[in-house]
């Protein structure tokens, strides 16, 4: 059982900057991927980004690349998005997720935490 809680949404303008973080606890050596997803309302879960926790590795959608980065802090069990140049079409909810698959596909991530709302907006 792993549990995921993250924090840092909210709302900011075109152009601006957040950074969520999401910490984890429970047994997640047992799930070396975490990733970030997105849900626009109306919309299906998009993948945004991962990290692997042993080898460093990182993906992005292309709609984030350049923009979003994703790193991670070991000693405090967290992984962060910092997001930058925001667009009115990031706004969704942000959840963090963790596997054992390089993939940016929901399916094959296995816990999931309560997410954290991103508003872009003038």
């Known amino acids: 059982q792993v549990q995921l809680v993250e924090s840092g949404g909210g709302l900011v303008h075109p152009g601006g900057s957040l950074r969520l973080s999401c910490v984890a606890s429970?047994?997640?050596?047992?799930?070396?991927?975490i990733g970030w997803f997105r849900q626009a309302p109306g919309k299906g879960r998009e993948g945004v980004s991962l990290?692997?926790?042993?080898?460093?590795?990182?993906v992005y959608a292309d709609s984030v690349k350049g923009r979003f980065t994703i790193s991670r802090d070991d000693a405090k069990n967290t992984v962060y998005l910092q997001m930058n140049s925001l667009k009115p079409e990031d706004t969704a909810n942000y959840y963090c997720?963790?596997?054992?698959?390089?993939?940016?596909?929901?399916?094959?991530?296995?816990?999931w935490g309560q997410g954290t709302q991103v508003t872009v907006s003038s």
């Open positions: 997720a963790v596997g054992r698959m390089v993939v940016l596909t929901p399916s094959a991530y296995v816990y």
């Open positions: 429970g047994f997640t050596l047992d799930y070396p991927v």
């Open positions: 990290i692997g926790t042993i080898d460093g590795t990182t």
